[in-house]
């Protein structure tokens, strides 16, 4: 959206696979239902998490620009937060980076990148792509209430317009309100987010990382939350699915919202808490050929 390569209502096709080199990635419905979403917006296909379609819009973007853009978010380098032995990640260098590879990382597969990094990168995107310095601790104060030390807001760039941003927000909703995180949602509540579901280490094993990612109110973020269970109590050996981490995450908003002091701001229409829609894993993914000795560390760029 950025570039001018997709627009809010832009459509893309799901056969439930996309032809990439000489590999088929499957759609997380394809194994389930043997056919794909069809006929998708950009909104749809964010809600819907459609491999297919960000692939194709990697594709439009292209495999240059799309690295260029995992190092604006701040992947590959660490974000200096105020611990000790932070990892930078793993990403494909820029002159490296195929068609194959942006295809796989346009929906999370074959990079790796730390919480503190995504949840980083996630804060910028509702926030009017201001990317702002992480800290753990805000302030220290003395056993008087003298404050010691204090972590203010430090802008380190500019990631997305708020025009963008806004858009972002809106799907991010969707996918709460009728997509792949209906079960994350709390009644009354504008609640936003984004599944995720990933393959573990080597394909065969069948580990799966399962997270969600969100932030409430929808439209005017009060905070947001990234929760990860690392191979999910007897998921190891089948196909997963996002559905532990949707019921982990309402259970803990159901109490966090009301602790935080944020308004009931939605129709009070009960929320589905089954995982009917949750999001499945995928496989077939292609093994990752990335070697953590020759990875690189990347350089934000300056604020554009």
């Known amino acids: 959206m950025e570039e001018g390569v997709v627009h809010d209502g832009d459509t893309f096709e799901c056969k439930g696979y996309e032809a990439i080199a000489d590999y088929e990635i499957g759609c997380h419905i394809y194994a389930t239902t043997g ?22 819009i990697a594709a439009k973007i292209g495999p240059a620009k799309f690295g260029q853009y995992q190092r604006m978010f701040g ?4 974000t200096g937060v105020d611990l000790p032995g932070e990892t930078t990640g793993i990403l494909y260098p820029l002159d490296q980076i195929a068609e194959i590879d942006a295809a796989c990382n346009s929906f999370g597969q074959n990079l790796n990148v730390n919480m503190v990094q995504m949840i980083s990168a996630y ?3 509702i926030n ?5 310095q992480p800290h753990i601790v805000k302030r220290i104060e003395s056993a008087k209430g003298e404050i010691i030390k204090s972590n203010g807001a430090t802008l380190v760039r500019q990631t997305i317009t708020a025009s963008t941003s806004k858009y972002l927000r809106q799907y991010l909703k969707s996918t709460v309100d009728v997509g792949t995180a209906t079960a994350a949602g709390v009644t009354g509540y504008s609640v936003a987010g984004k599944t995720g579901t990933a393959e573990k280490g080597v394909r065969a094993d069948k580990k799966w990382i399962i997270s969600f990612i969100g932030h409430a109110p929808a439209d005017d973020p009060k905070f947001a939350i990234y929760i990860l269970i690392d ?4 998921t190891t050996g089948t196909a997963g699915s996002s559905g532990d981490v949707l019921k982990l995450t309402h259970n803990i908003l159901a109490d966090l ?6 308004y009931k701001d939605a129709d009070g229409e009960e929320v589905d808490t089954s995982t009917e829609n949750a999001e499945t894993t995928v496989e077939g993914i292609p093994e990752s050929t990335l070697d953590p000795s020759t990875a690189e560390t990347a350089t934000a760029p300056d604020a554009q």
């Open 128 to 132: 009017d792509g201001k990317y702002y």
């Open 35 to 56: 056919a794909g979403h069809g006929t998708l917006t950009v909104e749809q296909a964010i809600n819907q998490s459609c491999n297919p379609a960000m692939i194709q």
């Open 75 to 78: 992947y590959g380098s660490a």
């Open 231 to 234: 191979e999910p109590d007897g």
């Open 123 to 125: 804060c910028s995107i």
């Open 257 to 262: 919202l009301p602790y935080m002091n944020v």
